[in-house]
């Protein structure tokens, strides 16, 4: 079977994964954290989206959203990036839906900082649950509507988890165990 991807380890502990997706040089993980601490980047973002931050946000001012990204980004970054092995990754990803309550079969998550000042952080990370506490991140981003079917930047990443999540499925990656299995198959 020809794979698209490649699946990044991110701890050493077997519990978080990230997508590097065909030809990238980067896993999604990296390249999000990337973006979101360049400021050329963010200042396209946020000129290109605007009207979403200034009605969703009421923030017009284009450097304090960078400033509050950069921040916030910092957090994440410490949040996944220093878990130790003990720690519970079930404690930072929450279901993508919000009325989601029952478990699902390589269900949707997502990432978010929570108690920030001023406003709540518009940083998310998106997963694949392959079981309690194990994630495979399939990407990001800065979400400044209610909904992501309202942007095709955040529309977008709903595609990439479903493509992930499909892949997983059709190659019998639905657990650690088969994940694992999969993994020693294709290398």
Not at 18 to 36: C, H, M, P, S
Not at 70 to 90: F, V
Request: aromatic letters at 10%; a negative charge; charged letters at 30%.
């Amino acid at each position: 079977m020809e794979c698209h991807m490649k699946f990044d380890r991110i701890l050493d502990n077997n519990t978080l994964w990230a997508v590097r997706y065909n030809g990238a040089k980067d896993n999604a993980l990296q390249t999000l954290f990337e973006q979101w601490s360049d400021p050329e980047w963010l200042v396209d973002f946020f000129i290109k989206n605007i009207s979403d931050l200034a009605s969703y946000f009421k923030i017009t001012d284009i450097n304090q959203a960078i400033y509050d990204t950069i921040e916030d980004n910092q957090r994440m970054q410490c949040l996944i990036l220093d878990i130790s092995p003990d720690a519970d990754l079930d404690q930072l990803f929450r279901p993508l839906e919000n009325s989601r309550i029952n478990e699902i079969l390589l269900g949707k998550e997502k990432a978010r900082i929570k108690n920030r000042p001023q406003h709540t952080s518009w940083l998310r990370i998106y997963a694949i649950k392959l079981e309690p506490g194990c994630y495979i991140i399939t990407g990001g981003a800065i979400k400044l509507t209610r909904t992501m079917q309202e942007r095709e930047h955040t529309l977008e990443e709903l595609r990439k988890m479903e493509t992930v999540r499909h892949f997983l499925l059709e190659s019998g990656a639905i657990d650690a165990d088969g994940f694992t299995d999969f993994l020693s198959e294709i290398q």
